[in-house]
């Protein structure tokens, strides 16, 4: 055994694993690849930049169902009707540490068959969205957009979930499929709304989050 006198001490290192953070942008159009599409993928491009991944799920033309307030989700944890994009948007919540929703605007307000996945959605499954950054994108020809932008932010300001903001509102303007790349300000305001984004993710992940009160109160206007 050597003497104690003539160990060296050695470097103390510790490896620690880079967790790689994911978002999930919900494209609320008809269209996989119109307008709302490209916002949503100007918003990807630039997580890329900033080390986040991102999924684009479209929730399609299919017909979907809205809530019909059967209340069987209390009893199951999941909605009772279990059509496509409800299932892979929900799958792909689970993992997902940040959403993106985006949407056309249609008589000032979101397309109304991506309104009713997101009912059931947040009534559903409202954990798997908790505390986790939200930010709404809406698409339009001219104007409504805040007005759709303000319907959108409901689904995230009643869940605790913690907004993320650009430098002027969520907006691109386009009508046909492609106008919207020439909006330059548009843009730049998702490439922006992007950055903010990836900002708020790495540093609320791994936090502790607020605990609720025990005994959560609820009144109505009747009594």
């Not at 003539?6 to 269209?31: C, D, E, R, W, Y």
């Not at 984004?197 to 609320?204: F, G, I, R, S, V």
Request: with cysteine.
């Amino acid at each position: 055994m050597a003497p104690l006198c003539n160990i060296v001490p050695q470097p103390f290192f510790i490896t620690l694993k880079k967790i790689k953070m994911k978002a999930l942008l919900i494209n609320g159009s008809p269209h996989n690849n119109g307008n709302t599409a490209l916002a949503l993928t100007e918003i990807g491009k630039e997580l890329n930049k900033n080390g986040i991944d991102y999924e684009i799920i479209g929730i399609g033309n299919k017909p979907v169902m809205g809530c019909i307030a059967c209340n069987k989700c209390a009893e199951t944890g999941v909605c009772a009707f279990q059509d496509e994009a409800y299932k892979k948007i929900r799958a792909a919540a689970i993992e997902a540490n940040a959403i993106v929703i985006g949407s056309p605007v249609y008589y000032a307000g979101p397309n109304g068959a991506l309104c009713a996945i997101l009912d059931r959605l947040f009534y559903s499954s409202s954990d798997l969205f908790m505390y986790k950054p939200g930010a709404a994108v809406a698409v339009c020809r001219r104007s409504g957009d805040t007005a759709a932008l303000d319907r959108l932010n409901k689904y995230f300001t009643i869940n605790n979930m913690p907004l993320a903001t650009s430098q002027y509102w969520n907006g691109v303007h386009g009508l046909m499929p492609g106008e919207a790349a020439q909006d330059k300000e548009g843009m730049q305001i998702m490439r922006s709304l992007a950055k903010n984004l990836a900002w708020l993710m790495k540093n609320t992940h791994g936090k502790e989050t607020p605990q609720p009160e025990p005994t959560r109160v609820s009144t109505n206007f009747i009594r």
